[in-house]
């Protein structure tokens, strides 16, 4: 079952042709959520080949400009495509006014409602849940109010081994009681222990989204052992002091969280336009973390099972 995030921008403040300011989606179980909505995120899920009609949560991690100036068009498009059903924004509430301001000079409204959910960044907080998936905000270290967000997987049913299943002759009607630990007590009253019937669950999946932070270690605890982290990294080593005065990370500060916080792995973005190259930030994100890629526009990470 799919579990993949797309990155549609990756570059900071000044977006380029080759590096767009910060979107990403994330599929999980078809479910399609988009994490921050900078400049030209339509263009981009056009681009990848992702149905924006398909989103209905919106996630966005702060109020500077390169990551929510494209809601405002994306609302619109929304609403040229005759959606009806309702989008879903997590975000800051000063945003929340900004939208409303943006629909009220549109002639005949968006067709759809817009249920909107203010984040406290308080500390880490439930702010959404379905059968399949858990989301929390967690506050980071920015000149504004910020958070990240860490998408979970509830924990699964085991899978049934099948050839017993079949040699028992257990009716269709038990099975999910089965997947659920239930033992079985065939039709002369011998119980089959479920631990015969089945085998572990895989794993639940993982990610988590650092987005503009100074290096903070106090985020370490939300983050542990997840598969997949994104934390920005605006700046190299050289940058490390521009970094601190702007409430940003370098990649080997970006790396040291990874690392302390036992990550499978880490992709770092948001980077400054003056790198003209990236290899430098990859190289040294590596010498902390050795299991770090780049976040480029375009590319894809799948979280497999198992």
Same mark, same amino acid.
């Given at each position: ?65 390169? =990551?929510?100036?494209?809601?405002? &068009? +994306? $609302? ?6 005759? #959606?009806? /059903?309702?989008?879903? !924004? ?51 270290? =920015?000149?504004?109010?910020?958070? &990240? +967000? $860490? ?6 049913? #085991?899978? /049934?081994?099948?050839? !017993? ?142």
């Amino acid at each position: 079952m799919v579990f993949s995030l797309t990155i549609l921008g990756c570059s900071s403040a000044m977006p380029s042709p080759g590096r767009f300011s910060t979107a990403q989606v994330l599929n999980v179980l078809e479910r399609f959520f988009l994490i921050d909505c900078g400049e030209g995120t339509q263009i981009q899920l056009k681009r990848f080949h992702i149905k924006f009609t398909r989103i209905n949560h919106v996630f966005i991690s702060h109020l500077h400009g390169d =990551h929510f100036l494209g809601i405002f &068009g +994306f $609302i619109s498009s929304l609403s040229l495509n005759n #959606r009806k /059903l309702p989008l879903h !924004i997590y975000g800051p509430f000063r945003l929340k006014e900004l939208i409303d301001m943006f629909i009220s000079t549109m002639e005949k409204g968006i067709g759809f409602d817009i249920i909107f959910h203010p984040l406290h960044y308080q500390g880490n907080e439930l702010i959404f849940e379905d059968d399949k998936l858990t989301v929390e905000s967690f506050p980071l270290r =920015h000149r504004v109010p910020t958070c &990240g +967000f $860490i998408f979970r997987e509830k924990p699964k049913l #085991r899978h /049934l081994r099948s050839l !017993i299943i079949k040699e028992l002759n257990i009716p269709i009607r038990l099975l999910q009681s089965i997947k659920e630990g239930e033992d079985f007590y065939d039709e002369d009253g011998k119980m089959h222990p479920n631990h015969t019937l089945t085998k572990e669950a895989s794993p639940a999946r993982s990610y988590a989204f650092v987005s503009d932070t100074a290096k903070n270690p106090g985020i370490v605890p939300f983050i542990k052992g997840v598969d997949l982290l994104y934390h920005e990294a605006t700046f190299s080593d050289e940058g490390k002091k521009r970094a601190k005065e702007t409430g940003h990370s370098t990649a080997r500060q970006a790396a040291e969280i990874a690392n302390r916080a036992g990550v499978k792995k880490l992709i770092i973005g948001h980077f400054s336009h003056r790198y003209k190259s990236l290899e430098t930030l990859l190289n040294e994100a590596r010498e902390e973390f050795p299991n770090t890629e780049l976040a480029i526009d375009g590319i894809v990470f799948d979280i497999k099972e198992g």
